[in-house]
Protein backbone atom coordinates (compact mmCIF):
# COMPACT_ATOMS: atom_id res chain seq x y z
CA UNK A 1 0.00 0.00 0.00
CA UNK A 2 0.67 3.44 -0.46
CA UNK A 3 0.46 6.68 1.70
CA UNK A 4 0.55 10.30 0.50
CA UNK A 5 0.42 12.60 3.15
CA UNK A 6 -0.19 16.17 1.93
CA UNK A 7 1.13 19.74 3.72
CA UNK A 8 1.44 23.50 2.69
CA UNK A 9 -2.61 24.61 2.35
CA UNK A 10 -3.94 27.15 4.31
CA UNK A 11 -5.49 31.12 4.14
CA UNK A 12 -3.54 33.43 1.66
CA UNK A 13 -4.52 37.44 0.18
CA UNK A 14 -5.62 37.57 -3.02
CA UNK A 15 -2.61 37.69 -5.17
CA UNK A 16 -0.63 36.02 -3.05
CA UNK A 17 1.42 32.64 -2.93
CA UNK A 18 1.21 29.14 -1.59
CA UNK A 19 3.02 25.95 -2.39
CA UNK A 20 1.52 22.52 -1.76
CA UNK A 21 3.69 19.41 -1.12
CA UNK A 22 3.07 15.85 -1.50
CA UNK A 23 4.95 12.86 0.11
CA UNK A 24 5.32 9.27 -1.12
CA UNK A 25 6.05 6.48 0.47
CA UNK A 26 6.60 4.72 -2.54
CA UNK A 27 9.47 5.45 -5.27
CA UNK A 28 9.13 7.20 -7.78
CA UNK A 29 10.63 4.59 -10.33
CA UNK A 30 10.86 4.73 -13.57
CA UNK A 31 7.76 7.70 -15.33
CA UNK A 32 4.53 7.41 -12.91
CA UNK A 33 1.28 9.51 -13.66
CA UNK A 34 0.87 12.10 -10.38
CA UNK A 35 -0.59 15.13 -10.11
CA UNK A 36 -3.33 17.40 -8.09
CA UNK A 37 -6.77 17.76 -8.30
CA UNK A 38 -9.39 20.36 -6.32
CA UNK A 39 -13.11 20.68 -5.71
CA UNK A 40 -14.69 23.66 -4.39
CA UNK A 41 -18.32 23.34 -2.39
CA UNK A 42 -20.95 22.96 -5.21
CA UNK A 43 -18.44 21.92 -7.88
CA UNK A 44 -17.02 19.23 -9.67
CA UNK A 45 -13.87 17.95 -9.19
CA UNK A 46 -11.23 19.17 -11.73
CA UNK A 47 -7.65 18.41 -12.70
CA UNK A 48 -5.05 21.60 -11.73
CA UNK A 49 -1.78 19.83 -13.27
CA UNK A 50 -0.95 16.50 -13.71
CA UNK A 51 2.43 14.47 -15.22
CA UNK A 52 1.30 12.14 -17.44
CA UNK A 53 2.88 8.71 -17.98
CA UNK A 54 4.15 9.63 -20.85
CA UNK A 55 6.35 12.37 -19.43
CA UNK A 56 3.88 15.45 -20.40
CA UNK A 57 2.44 18.18 -18.29
CA UNK A 58 -1.24 19.30 -18.26
CA UNK A 59 -2.65 22.00 -16.41
CA UNK A 60 -6.31 22.93 -16.52
CA UNK A 61 -7.21 26.07 -18.87
CA UNK A 62 -8.17 28.21 -15.90
CA UNK A 63 -4.16 27.60 -13.60
CA UNK A 64 -2.62 28.51 -16.50
CA UNK A 65 0.59 30.65 -16.40
CA UNK A 66 -0.43 31.09 -12.78
CA UNK A 67 0.43 27.12 -11.33
CA UNK A 68 3.90 25.16 -11.98
CA UNK A 69 4.08 21.28 -10.58
CA UNK A 70 7.52 19.83 -10.23
CA UNK A 71 8.43 16.99 -8.31
CA UNK A 72 11.84 15.71 -6.76
CA UNK A 73 12.02 12.08 -7.43
CA UNK A 74 14.52 11.22 -4.67
CA UNK A 75 12.12 12.97 -1.92
CA UNK A 76 9.69 11.03 -3.73
CA UNK A 77 7.10 14.45 -3.52
CA UNK A 78 5.37 16.45 -5.78
CA UNK A 79 4.61 19.98 -5.57
CA UNK A 80 2.18 22.29 -6.95
CA UNK A 81 3.41 26.26 -6.86
CA UNK A 82 0.68 28.60 -6.92
CA UNK A 83 0.67 32.06 -7.91
CA UNK A 84 -1.19 35.18 -8.90
CA UNK A 85 -3.92 32.88 -6.33
CA UNK A 86 -7.35 34.31 -6.91
CA UNK A 87 -10.41 34.06 -4.33
CA UNK A 88 -12.15 31.31 -7.25
CA UNK A 89 -8.91 29.23 -6.57
CA UNK A 90 -9.99 28.57 -2.93
CA UNK A 91 -11.23 24.49 -2.93
CA UNK A 92 -9.71 21.35 -1.61
CA UNK A 93 -7.12 20.45 -3.19
CA UNK A 94 -5.82 16.89 -3.35
CA UNK A 95 -3.06 14.79 -5.11
CA UNK A 96 -3.32 11.54 -7.00
CA UNK A 97 -0.39 9.44 -7.92
CA UNK A 98 -0.72 6.00 -9.92
CA UNK A 99 1.10 2.98 -10.05
CA UNK A 100 -0.08 0.39 -13.01
CA UNK A 101 -2.32 -0.41 -11.85
CA UNK A 102 -3.48 1.32 -9.12
CA UNK A 103 -4.09 4.39 -8.20
CA UNK A 104 -3.43 6.28 -4.72
CA UNK A 105 -5.49 9.66 -3.28
CA UNK A 106 -3.80 12.41 -0.81
CA UNK A 107 -6.07 13.34 2.12
CA UNK A 108 -6.71 16.56 1.23
CA UNK A 109 -5.57 20.01 1.91
CA UNK A 110 -8.03 23.17 2.05
CA UNK A 111 -6.68 26.66 0.43
CA UNK A 112 -8.65 29.11 0.86
CA UNK A 113 -7.93 32.50 -1.25
CA UNK A 114 -9.45 35.81 0.81
CA UNK A 115 -10.44 38.71 -1.59
Known amino acids: QVQLVESGGGLVEAGGSLRVSCAASRSFSGTNTMGWYRQAPGKQRELVAVFTSGGAILYGSSVKGRFTISRDNAKNTVYLQMNSLKPEDTAVYYC?????????WGQGTQVTVSS
Open 96 to 104: YMKWTPNGY
